[in-house]
């Protein structure tokens, strides 16, 4: 199993990235999706999630509004669009993926890979 995150940079406040996550060695069609993101010295913290059908979108509080996720089952990808940076999301983005209901913290995911560093200056 391979969940490679990319996409992460350096971008001023106000700017925009988009990240992907390359997904391989499982039916990725039948696994929700979540990124997640970790600041230094703090925890693995949930961003957003989509539901394995596409259907429905989870985003934390600090996402809603500025982020959108999605997943494309014929390219076995899954994407964060993240608009309107802040400093304070720079962290390290994880992807995951999960056989339910795209629930819980970053441990109740099964498979997570890499993470992708996003760094937003002010």
């Known amino acids: 199993v391979q969940l490679q995150a990319s996409g992460g940079g350096l971008v001023q406040a106000g700017g925009s990235l988009r990240l992907s996550c390359a997904a391989s060695?499982?039916?990725?069609?039948?696994?929700?999706m979540g990124w997640f993101r970790q600041a230094t010295g703090k925890e693995r913290e949930f961003v957003a999630a989509?539901?394995?059908?596409?259907?429905?979108?989870y985003y934390s509080d600090a996402a809603k509004g500025r982020f959108t996720i999605s997943s494309d089952n014929a390219r076995n990808t899954a994407y964060l669009q993240m608009n309107s940076l802040k400093p304070e999301d720079t962290a390290t983005h994880y992807c995951?993926?999960?056989?339910?209901?795209?629930?819980?913290?970053?441990?109740?995911?099964?498979?997570w890979g890499q993470g992708t560093l996003v760094t937003v200056s002010s």
């Open positions: 995951e993926g999960q056989k339910g209901l795209a629930i819980g913290s970053w441990l109740d995911y099964d498979y």
């Open positions: 060695g499982f039916t990725f069609s039948n696994y929700a």
């Open positions: 989509v539901t394995w059908s596409g259907r429905t979108t």
